[in-house]
């Protein structure tokens, strides 16, 4: 009993986590990726990020799959079904990169991609038109490079989707089941590599399973009360968010 009290998180790390991951999953709840984006810049302060990759793992794979399963209907199969093989293919090649090549100057681009393709969205032509399904590729390929990277290939996979499908809900959904498939292999793996035999990890991320639910909860309760067009555009401030904070990352780790 004394080694579970042990293993509890500190009150300070709690006060500073719940927040965090409460403002998080209400990014999650309203574009269905995120979380990381709100998350590490302030948990990466007082806890190693070899801790942060996994708690994230863990709890995102809940929330994404919960989601997924409650807009089961509104999935896009046919889009998910061609969106997965390229991904995995990215995903390898992002491996071999993390161990081959500096990731500063690839976390650069993409943030630089992703800020662009925002401004575009916002000061240019209105973008209702769908793109041919032939950019699954290029989008779905780099995004499972970068999420082998960094775990930032949401918004490439939002980038995709956003031009593909008309409505909301199967946006989410779709985005959702393509990322619990991502995180719970990303979790698997970080399972059989022993990283939850630490049992703090696990009771931190049962002790923030609140945040993520109220979060989650805030988040949809918003999606609800959007117009497609109101929608997108906070679709596309996050990934301004996303890209201005990846090239902050990409700095401080010069």
């Known amino acids: 009993m004394s080694a579970l009290f042990d293993a509890l998180p500190s009150i300070?790390?709690?006060?500073?986590a719940f927040p965090a991951f409460l403002?998080?999953?209400?990014?999650?709840?309203?574009?269905?990726?995120?979380?990381?984006l709100i998350v590490a810049p302030v948990l990466v302060n007082i806890m190693p990020l070899s801790r942060i990759v996994p708690l994230l793992a863990l709890l995102d794979c809940v929330a994404t799959t919960a989601n997924g399963v409650r807009l089961s209907s509104k999935v896009a199969v046919k889009e998910l079904m061609v969106m997965v093989p390229v991904m995995v293919l990215g995903?390898?090649?992002g491996a071999y990169l993390l161990l081959n090549l500096p990731a500063r100057p690839l976390m650069a681009a993409l943030g630089l991609f992703l800020i662009g393709n925002a401004l575009y969205t916002f000061f240019g032509k209105p973008a209702d038109r769908i793109i041919a399904q032939g950019w699954v590729v290029p989008l779905g390929f780099l995004g499972g490079v970068f999420s082998a990277l960094f775990g930032s290939g949401g918004p490439l996979y939002a980038t995709y989707f956003s031009r593909r499908l008309h409505e909301p809900d199967a946006l989410r959904a779709t985005q959702s089941v393509l990322?619990?498939?991502?995180?719970?292999?990303?979790?698997?793996?970080f399972a059989v590599a022993g990283v939850y035999s630490?049992?703090?990890?696990?009771?931190?991320?049962i002790c923030l399973l609140p945040a993520m639910v109220l979060g989650m909860w805030i988040g949809e309760r918003i999606t609800l009360r959007l117009t497609r067009e109101q929608f997108l555009r906070v679709l596309?401030?996050?990934l301004l968010l996303a890209g201005i904070?990846?090239?902050?990352r990409a700095l401080a780790s010069g």
């Open 12 to 16: 300070a790390l709690f006060a500073i």
């Open 236 to 238: 596309h401030s996050v």
């Open 198 to 205: 630490d049992f703090k990890i696990v009771l931190l991320a």
């Open 245 to 248: 904070t990846l090239c902050l």
């Open 179 to 189: 990322l619990s498939m991502a995180t719970f292999t990303r979790a698997v793996i």
């Open 91 to 93: 995903s390898l090649l």
């Open 23 to 36: 403002a998080g999953y209400i990014i999650l709840g309203l574009v269905s990726f995120g979380t990381s």
